[in-house]
């Protein structure tokens, strides 16, 4: 029996994953500040719920040498996080380190447990959730934005480190997803008609984004497919809004990009 470690696990794609992994048969380890959010995944088969706060290095450290030592984990999967929706100027200095403390740095310090196992048994895979933020950058999204390229920069980097290794690294990114996502900043005064483009714009046509249970999905296709593959959207919409950013010279989007959300004509 396979077995995936995730963080994060106690609403949204993080707990949707740790349900479908379940159903397929692996062993899940689901992590998450308050275990009693997980107390309908504990009532499922091969499901070991774990405490971390991954702002708390000390119960990260403690955490993930349990379960290490307990279990032969094949996949680690890096979910917590959250988002802050805000101009620049308005994120206050303490928002900005909590967010970069939970989306960065605490994703770090889980990475750093589990990367001398791997390397020791010479498999496993590392997935990552990002956002397309990360990859396009977005108005209103400086601070998630930064923090989720940021993420995106470490599996980049970390891929070639443990490639020689026979340990897979993997980017999942999500657009918008019809999910329960803690955004508890949000602040589009003086931008209301770009915020409501933008939304537009990663809607693309729909009447509402896309379910979590087509990025649980992609997730367990990353996480045994076998490819050398390191970005993987999680869902149709992302993967076309993804395709066409990349297809794009970055210049030509920014100009093109700006008067959509602003609504002005091209000179």
Same mark, same amino acid.
Request: glycine share 6%.
């Given at each position: 029996?396979?077995?995936?470690?995730?963080?994060?696990? %106690? %609403?949204?794609? !993080?707990?949707?994953?740790?349900?479908?992994?379940?159903?397929?048969?692996? =062993?899940? #380890?689901?992590?998450?500040?308050? +275990?009693?959010?997980?107390?309908?995944?504990?009532?499922?088969?091969?499901?070991?719920?774990?405490?971390?706060?991954?702002?708390?290095?000390? *119960?990260?450290?403690?955490? $993930?040498?349990?379960?290490?030592?307990?279990?032969?984990?094949?996949?680690?999967?890096?979910?917590?996080?959250?988002?802050?929706?805000?101009?620049?100027?308005?994120?206050?200095?303490?928002?900005?380190? =909590?967010?970069?403390?939970?989306?960065?740095?605490?994703?770090?310090?889980?990475? =750093?447990?589990?990367?001398?196992?791997?390397?020791?048994?010479? %498999?496993?895979? #590392?997935?990552?959730?990002?956002?397309?933020?990360?990859?396009?950058?977005?108005?209103?999204?400086?601070?998630?934005?930064?923090?989720?390229?940021?993420?995106?920069?470490? $599996?980049? %980097? #970390?891929?070639?480190? +443990?490639?020689?290794?026979?340990?897979?690294?993997?980017?999942? #990114?999500? !657009?918008?997803?019809?999910?329960?996502? *803690?955004?508890?900043?949000?602040?589009?005064?003086?931008?209301?008609?770009?915020?409501?483009?933008?939304?537009?714009? +990663? +809607?693309? !046509?729909?009447? =509402?984004?896309?379910?979590?249970?087509?990025?649980?999905?992609?997730?367990?296709?990353?996480?045994?497919?076998?490819?050398?593959?390191?970005?993987?959207?999680?869902?149709?919409? $992302?993967?076309?809004?993804?395709?066409?950013?990349?297809?794009?010279?970055?210049?030509?989007?920014?100009?093109?990009?700006?008067?959509?959300?602003?609504?002005?004509?091209?000179?």
């Amino acid at each position: 029996m396979k077995t995936i470690f995730i963080t994060g696990a %106690s %609403s949204g794609i !993080g707990k949707a994953t740790a349900e479908y992994f379940a159903e397929k048969g692996w =062993q899940v #380890i689901a992590t998450m500040r308050n +275990l009693t959010k997980g107390e309908d995944l504990a009532k499922l088969p091969n499901v070991i719920i774990m405490p971390l706060d991954v702002t708390n290095s000390k *119960q990260i450290h403690e955490t $993930c040498q349990e379960a290490i030592s307990k279990y032969d984990i094949d996949v680690l999967f890096n979910n917590a996080g959250y988002g802050l929706m805000a101009p620049m100027e308005v994120a206050t200095e303490e928002e900005i380190h =909590q967010l970069f403390n939970t989306d960065v740095i605490g994703t770090m310090l889980v990475t =750093q447990e589990f990367i001398p196992y791997f390397k020791k048994r010479e %498999s496993g895979t #590392i997935l990552t959730t990002t956002s397309l933020a990360g990859i396009i950058a977005l108005p209103l999204d400086g601070v998630y934005g930064a923090a989720k390229r940021a993420l995106t920069s470490m $599996c980049e %980097s #970390i891929y070639y480190e +443990l490639k020689p290794f026979n340990v897979a690294v993997k980017v999942m #990114i999500p !657009g918008g997803t019809h999910t329960p996502f *803690q955004v508890p900043h949000k602040d589009v005064t003086g931008y209301e008609k770009a915020s409501e483009n933008q939304r537009k714009y +990663l +809607l693309d !046509g729909n009447a =509402q984004f896309p379910l979590a249970d087509e990025a649980v999905e992609v997730i367990y296709t990353a996480a045994t497919d076998g490819k050398d593959k390191i970005h993987y959207p999680t869902d149709r919409v $992302c993967q076309k809004l993804y395709d066409q950013y990349m297809n794009t010279n970055i210049e030509d989007f920014k100009i093109d990009f700006y008067h959509l959300l602003f609504e002005t004509e091209k000179h």
